[in-house]
């Protein structure tokens, strides 16, 4: 089951294989400013603050996602701030490519993506992309108990459609 310790787990995954970007935080703001040991560019994922289920077959759960990548931009920098925007929003999209490479276990509803652009948030040198987007997460093997065979891992490899096709008789079996 998807829950947002996996999410995080896998955004974390991700973000830690790309090497542009130096710190992953999972938390709030205000936790940014009392990590001393950050090194920026900073991904920070916000916890999720609603999730929804939109219908009876449990398929897909649906969380509201909102992440921000954060970077310095001093007097003496020699990129400017659009130039640091767009390199924050490489990283960015470069997060959700590696996202999209597991389809059956998260989706991006409507492979929407809504981006924000920002500086001065939490202090004078900070230039911020803020990213938000609805992540559906496969949820439907938790109607069920499998046995036998079938172990989490063995679940989640399954695409979607293979998991249609699968009865609860198959599983139990």
């Known amino acids: 089951m998807a829950q947002i310790t996996d999410i995080k787990d896998r955004f974390e995954t991700i973000v830690t294989s790309i090497t542009d970007i130096n710190t992953f935080s999972f938390d709030v703001f205000s936790s940014l400013n009392t990590n001393r040991t950050k090194t920026y560019p900073v991904f920070l994922l916000k916890v999720?603050?609603?999730?929804?289920?939109?219908?009876?077959?449990?398929?897909?759960?649906?969380?509201?996602?909102?992440?921000?990548?954060?970077?310095?931009?001093?007097?003496?920098?020699?990129?400017?701030?659009?130039?640091?925007?767009?390199?924050?929003?490489?990283?960015?999209?470069?997060?959700?490519?590696?996202?999209?490479?597991?389809p059956s276990v998260y989706r991006i509803k409507d492979k929407a993506v809504?981006?924000?652009?920002?500086?001065?948030?939490?202090?004078?040198?900070c230039v911020v992309v803020k990213g938000k987007l609805t992540l559906g997460a496969f949820h439907c093997y938790t109607a069920f108990t499998p046995t036998g065979t079938y172990t989490y891992e063995m679940v989640m490899a399954l695409t979607y459609e293979q998991l249609q096709l699968l009865t609860y008789d198959q599983l139990a079996a």
């Open 48 to 102: 999720p603050e609603r999730s929804q289920i939109p219908n009876s077959n449990l398929d897909w759960k649906f969380y509201d996602i909102e992440f921000y990548l954060l970077d310095l931009h001093k007097q003496a920098d020699t990129r400017t701030r659009s130039e640091v925007w767009d390199e924050l929003q490489v990283m960015a999209e470069q997060v959700l490519i590696e996202l999209r490479t597991t």
């Open 114 to 125: 809504e981006f924000e652009y920002g500086y001065d948030v939490l202090n004078d040198k």
